[in-house]
């Protein structure tokens, strides 16, 4: 008898869980909320590295995965880019300390919306930003309980030695961060970024499911 015939979420790979192993939704698709991340970098023409946050294993939702600062955005920074930037800002303050003075320090990166066949959904607009000269990061010790620095393959490479959680979209997102050598090549990239949203699929087989992305055989 299948998984879903018994009510059970099928099993799913932990490198592919669409953003935190959240419930499959067999049933019609939630409206992703809105939410804003930032990648914070530091290196500029010399290296690569990017800041994750472990958030608190008590959390409800991606509780003891590190992840980039992020959330949603509250109703009351409004609708549009203006309040990506904002809440991106806002995050960023909140989970690291960081604060950034100039919403056009943000540089659009890419946009992430969950699949539809998981219940809790974001539509997440991701945006680097250089690390500001005199700011250190620090937690609240509250929603986010640990912080560091990595280059991307190095957090890569804890994940898979089981040092740090991550999932998939953090995990996609750090594969092609890779693949830039400095901070300053990395945002000179961003910057002539169109960029277009990506919007996962869970492939269902079985008592098994998979993450694809578009363009991979089986979307």
């Known amino acids: 008898m299948s998984s879903h015939a018994t009510g059970e979420p099928p ?19 939630t409206t992703p909320r809105q939410a804003a991340t930032v990648i914070l970098l530091r290196g500029d023409e010399q290296t690569l590295e990017v800041l994750l946050v472990k ?80 700011q250190e990061p620090r937690i609240d010790e509250e929603e986010c309980v640990d912080l560091g620095w990595f280059t991307p393959l190095a957090a890569l490479e804890a994940h898979r030695a089981g040092e740090i959680a991550l999932v998939f979209p953090t995990i996609k997102h750090l594969e092609q961060l890779a693949e830039f050598a400095t901070a300053a090549e990395l945002l000179a990239h961003a910057r002539d970024l169109v960029v277009e949203p990506v919007l996962p699929r869970v492939l269902v087989q079985g008592d098994s499911a998979r993450v694809l992305l578009p363009g991979e055989p089986g979307y």
């Open 55 to 134: 958030r608190t294993p008590e959390a409800r939702f991606m509780g003891g995965v590190w992840v980039f600062p992020g959330g949603a955005i509250d109703a009351g920074e409004g609708e549009g880019e203006a309040a990506e930037r904002a809440a991106a800002m806002r995050e960023l303050r909140e989970e690291a300390a960081i604060v950034l003075e100039d919403p056009g320090e943000l540089v659009k990166f890419s946009r992430w919306i969950t699949p539809a066949e998981v219940k809790i959904r974001f539509d997440t607009h991701f945006f680097l930003a250089p690390l500001p000269a005199g």
């Open 11 to 29: 099993a799913m790979d932990p490198d592919e869980r669409p953003a935190g192993g959240e419930e499959y939704n067999p049933g019609p698709a």
